[in-house]
Each structure stands twice: as C-alpha cells, then as structure tokens.
C-alpha cells in the first residue's frame, strides 16, 4: 500500500526559541560561559524553574537551596542541562493530540535515555566526540515529532500500524513507503543550524553498518554504532513507549566491535538510571 508522504515543502518546521538555541551553541563550544548562559536563561521563567527544582532536589541539593543559576549549573552538570533545554523545547515546540500510545512525555523520557546510555558508552568506547553522541540521542527522533505537527492522520495511521502488525515505526514506514522519520529530523536539524556530525548520527541511527555510505569515516561509524545500540537498550529497559513492539535484542557482534562487555553495558545503564531520576 503507497500512500501521500509528507515532503518537505509540507513540513511544519518550528524556530528553536533562541535562549535554547544560544545556550546549546555555549554549551557546545570548549569553554561554556556560565554568566553568559545564566544571563540567557533567567530571560525564559519556565527554564529557570525547571533548573532551580532540579538543583535543589533531594538528589543534587543536599540540604541547601540556591537561586543561583550558576551554581545550579555545577551542581546538576551540563548534560542535564542540556536535557531540560531539549525537554523544554520539545514540550513547548510540538504540540499535538496524543497518537496511540505516542506522546510527549514518553518521547522527551526515552530521547533523555537514548543520550545518557550513548554518553556512558561512548566514555567506556572512547569515543572522540561525547557531545555529538549526547545531542543526537536527545534528537535522534525528532522527526516523529516532525510528521505527528506536519501530518495528523499520517501520523495517527502509522501508530495503528505499529500496534495492529506488533512493528516499530521504522518498519511501519517502510510498510507505508514512506521516507523514514530520521530524513525529517535530518530537515529540521539542518534548519536549526546543527553541526553536521550530529546529523549524520541522526540521519543513520536506523541504518545498518553494512548500508551506510563508504564516506562515514570508522569513528563515525563507531558513534553511530553507539547511538543504535543505546536506542535498543533504552527499549529494552522500558524507556520508550508502553504497548510499542520493538527488537530489543543486544546485537553482540556490535558490542564486541565497540570493545564493550556486557558487564559494562549495565554499568552505563545503573548510571544513566541514577542520573535521570528526575525524569
């Protein structure tokens, strides 16, 4: 069955607000600056609070309350940081009916899971680019998000396909003939001005090592290997959607070419669960 597919002339695709978009560039650079990312954020009421909760937490706070941005920044890192912004764009970005058992906030969950396990990964693998790693598995689906604004009924029929046939999305779309969710996360990606090695990770995390262009360089295939690899252990410890059919099978030929044990694999997990209990 061939059915419309959403192009990219149909896309709906959102502005990323700019307190998000500054601090992310701060953050991406060798020497964020907090005061410069401190005087951004106190701009956006709604990502202050989200801050300041986090980092006067039972688990980062210990006792003492601040409303000092800056130090709320060192106590909750960097990497959290970078998860509220996304959390925060993603809620206030993409607004929609929920599909199934599709929505907002099993997506920024799962999106949150897929980015910490690459991270602990990537350090046991000794990845070259760990920010490259963390910022694609928080937007390594955003082009679900992309078609669930740009096509509703595209959208609500792709989600019934995965729950009648027992499929993940990306089987659903190629059921549907349609181009994959990973080409309309590369469109709105490259709108935003994202670094390119970011979006190739986003562009192949369904793509198979074999089928990958003979461009992609062997670190490069080494992180997207990791991406892939993190978005089925997320799934596999149910940080994705309820009632979602998925293979959650840990492929251990990958496992052995990225130089990491299964010993470590729940080492990253145990971390990445510790880290994102606020989620």
Request: proline letters at 1%; aromatic letters at 8%.
């Amino acid at each position: 069955m061939v059915i419309n597919n959403t192009s990219s002339k149909d896309l709906k695709l959102p502005s990323m607000p700019d307190t998000v978009r500054e601090c992310l560039a701060q953050m991406y650079s060798l020497e964020a600056d907090l005061s410069k990312m401190a005087s951004l954020i106190q701009k956006d009421p709604g990502i202050t609070s989200s801050v300041l909760k986090l980092a006067n937490s039972a688990i980062y706070g210990a006792g003492k309350s601040t409303s000092d941005l800056k130090v709320a920044f060192t106590r909750i890192g960097m990497t959290s940081l970078m998860q509220i912004l996304v959390k925060y764009s993603v809620e206030n970005l993409f607004k929609f009916e929920t599909f199934e058992f599709f929505n907002i906030k099993a997506f920024t969950k799962h999106s949150a899971w897929v980015s910490q396990v690459a991270f602990e990964l990537g350090k046991i693998a000794k990845g070259d680019r760990l920010s490259d790693l963390l910022v694609a598995g928080l937007f390594h689906d955003i082009g679900l998000l992309v078609r669930a604004i740009s096509d509703k009924a595209l959208m609500k029929k792709i989600t019934e396909l995965c729950i009648a046939d027992k499929i993940d999305f990306n089987s659903a779309e190629k059921k549907l003939k349609l181009d994959g969710h990973e080409i309309l996360g590369v469109e709105l990606l490259q709108s935003w001005q994202f670094p390119e090695e970011v979006i190739l990770l986003v562009k192949n995390h369904h793509t198979d090592e074999a089928f990958r262009t003979k461009k992609i360089t062997s670190e490069q295939n080494k992180s997207i290997n990791i991406l892939c690899l993190s978005d089925t252990i997320a799934h596999r410890f149910g940080n994705a959607f309820m009632n979602y059919s998925r293979d959650t099978r840990v492929n251990a030929t990958v496992l052995d070419k990225l130089g990491i044990t299964n010993q470590e694999v729940g080492v990253a997990v145990k971390l990445a669960t510790q880290h994102l209990q606020h989620y």
